[in-house]
């Protein structure tokens, strides 16, 4: 679902996938309220560059 286009930002647009958009419609009918739940965390593999990245910052407590 695409409704929403900057047309002075070369066309950038904000979509919503479907599937999304039918939940929380169906949330809406249901309770008149959607709940969900966001932590705006990202999933990344954890290579041994990044790894030694992370253990360089962290005191001997925190590496338990």
Do not use: C, Y
């Not at 070369?10 to 979509?15: D, E, I, R, V, Y």
């Not at 809406?28 to 966001?38: C, D, I, N, P, Q």
């Amino acid at each position: 679902m695409n409704t929403a286009i900057r047309t002075d930002a070369q066309g950038l647009g904000f979509t919503i996938p479907i599937e999304t958009a039918q939940r929380i419609a169906a949330q809406l009918f249901a309770r008149g309220e959607v709940w969900h739940l966001f932590l705006g965390i990202q999933m990344v593999n954890l290579s041994p560059t990044l790894r030694a990245k992370f253990e360089s910052s962290l005191s001997a407590r925190d590496r338990l």
